[in-house]
C-alpha cells in the first residue's frame, strides 16, 4: 500500500475540508448534539464549505494547517490544525515558522469575497448547547498559560 501524503491546504481545498471535517465530527454522538434535528450532513457540509476559504485565513499568523491526501486518487483523507504559541510563530530569520504549513495568503478582494461568502451561510446550533465546550475551555486555558503549547484540531 503506498502511504499517505501530507501536503499543505490551501482556500481550494475548502469543499474537501468541509466534506471531510463535517463528516468525521458527524459521527461523535456529543458534537452532533450541536444541531437541530432537522439538519443534514449534507446541507452542514454545503454551508461549512461557504464558511472554510475564510476561516483558513483566520489568524494566518499563528495557524498551520495539513491535509492527508491519498496519492492514488489525490482525494482529501485527513486533515489537522495546529496553533503556534505568540512565541513561536517567526523563525531566526525573520520568516514565518513553519511557513510550509501556512495557508498562501489571497488578495484583499478575495478576502472580501471570501468574508461575504462566510456570512452567506447558515451557521445556527442549537442555543441550549452554547455552553457544551465551558469546562474543556477553562482546562485549556489553566494548561495554556503554564507555557507555550502548539493545540492541534485533527479530522482524519
Known amino acids: 500500500m503506498t502511504p499517505w501524503k501530507t501536503e499543505r491546504c490551501s482556500i481550494a481545498d475548502a469543499p474537501a475540508l468541509a466534506d471531510n471535517n463535517m463528516s468525521a465530527f458527524w459521527e461523535d ?3 452532533i448534539l450541536l444541531w437541530p434535528k432537522e439538519i443534514t450532513l ?3 457540509i454545503s454551508q461549512c464549505a461557504k464558511r472554510y476559504p475564510r476561516s483558513l485565513l483566520n489568524s494566518r499568523k499563528n495557524t498551520r494547517h495539513l491535509k492527508a491526501v491519498d496519492p492514488l486518487t489525490g482525494e482529501l483523507v485527513g486533515y489537522a490544525r495546529w496553533i503556534l504559541p505568540d512565541t513561536h510563530v517567526v523563525a531566526e530569520d525573520g520568516t514565518p515558522q513553519w511557513g510550509e504549513a501556512q495557508i498562501p495568503d489571497v488578495s484583499d478582494e478575495e478576502k472580501t469575497r471570501f468574508q461575504a461568502l462566510a456570512e452567506s451561510a447558515w451557521w445556527g446550533g442549537r442555543s441550549d448547547m452554547d455552553s457544551i465546550d465551558d ?5 485549556m486555558r489553566r494548561i495554556l498559560v503554564q507555557r507555550p503549547y502548539m493545540s492541534k484540531l485533527a479530522g482524519w
Request: proline share 9%.
Open 42 to 44: 449534507d446541507y452542514l
Open 29 to 31: 454522538p456529543t458534537w
Open 135 to 139: 469546562l474543556n475551555d477553562e482546562v
